[in-house]
C-alpha cells in the first residue's frame, strides 16, 4: 500500500515537506516510520509523535492505503 | 475564537468574543518573544503550524477545559509566520462567573497548548538559528556569511 509522510519544523527542514513510501498491508505507523528513518538516520534520534487524519494516533496504529502520517518533533508553541 | 493568524493578534477582537454577561471575570493570558533565551540573543521567532489539527486541538483543549472549571466562554489565538521580538505569539482568554475559575483554567490551557497544539518555534539568535524543543544536543550555529 502507498503511505504519505508529511514532515514539519526541523524535519521539514531536513526531509522535505513529504515523501511517498510502499508499506505492506495493515503496516503500523512505527513500522512506517522507522523503515524510513533506516533511510535517514539523520533524524533517528528525533522524538517524534504522529498524526493521521488531524488526530494524534499512537505508534501501534494500523495504516491503511493512502494515508498520509504527520511526523512531528516535539511541538514548541506558546511564547 | 479559535484561530492561527499571520497577523498581530487582535486583542480586543479576542476579548470581546469573550465577554458574557454571566461572566464576573475574563482572565487573558499574552505570550510575547523575548529576545533573550537560554543566553542567546534573539532577533526573531517563527512559528509554523499544521493549522487545521491546530485549531482542532484548541477547541478540544477548551472543551475538557469546560468539563473541569465552571467557565463561560473560552477563545485561543496563535500567530504564525515570522514575529518580532516583543510582539504577541500566542493569547488565551476565559471567561468565568468568578475569577478563580478563569485564572485556573487560563493557565492550564497555555500549558496544555504548549504541549500538545501542532505548533513550532524557531529561533533566530544571533549567530544562528534553531528550533525549539528539537534540541538533539545543543545548538548547531549556522555559519554566517
Known amino acids: 500500500m502507498r503511505i504519505r509522510l508529511r514532515f514539519f519544523a526541523m524535519l521539514r527542514e531536513k526531509l522535505g515537506a513529504a515523501v511517498e513510501r510502499e508499506a505492506r498491508a495493515g503496516a503500523t505507523v512505527s513500522a512506517v516510520w522507522h523503515a524510513f528513518v533506516a533511510e535517514h538516520p539523520e533524524v533517528a534520534r528525533v522524538q517524534v509523535r504522529f498524526a493521521v487524519d488531524e488526530a494524534y494516533v499512537e505508534p501501534g ?3 491503511a492505503d493512502g494515508d498520509e502520517v504527520a511526523v512531528f518533533p516535539p511541538v514548541s508553541g506558546g511564547a | 475564537m479559535f484561530r492561527i493568524v499571520r497577523r498581530r493578534i487582535d486583542l480586543a477582537a479576542l476579548d470581546r468574543a469573550v465577554r458574557d454577561a454571566k461572566a464576573g471575570a475574563v482572565v487573558t493570558f499574552v ?4 529576545n533573550e533565551n ?3 540573543q534573539v532577533r526573531r521567532l517563527e512559528y509554523e503550524a499544521l493549522e487545521s489539527m491546530a485549531t482542532k486541538e484548541m477547541r478540544a483543549l477548551a472543551a475538557t477545559a469546560k ?6 466562554k473560552v477563545g485561543m489565538v496563535h500567530r504564525i509566520g515570522v514575529v518580532p ?3 504577541a505569539s500566542v493569547a488565551i482568554a476565559v471567561s468565568s462567573g468568578h475569577r478563580t475559575e478563569a485564572f485556573d483554567a487560563c493557565r492550564w ?3 496544555r497548548l504548549k504541549e500538545i497544539v501542532p505548533i513550532w518555534k524557531k529561533e533566530h539568535y544571533r549567530g544562528g ?3 525549539i524543543g528539537a534540541q538533539q544536543g545543543g ?3 549556522r555559519r554566517r556569511r
Open chain 1, 61 to 63: 496504529h494500523r495504516l
Open chain 2, 31 to 34: 505570550g510575547t518573544t523575548r
Open chain 2, 38 to 40: 537560554a543566553g542567546r
Open chain 2, 67 to 72: 468539563k473541569r472549571w465552571r467557565l463561560r
Open chain 2, 85 to 87: 521580538v516583543g510582539e
Open chain 2, 109 to 111: 490551557l497555555i500549558d
Open chain 2, 129 to 131: 538559528e534553531i528550533w
Open chain 2, 139 to 141: 545548538p548547531a550555529p
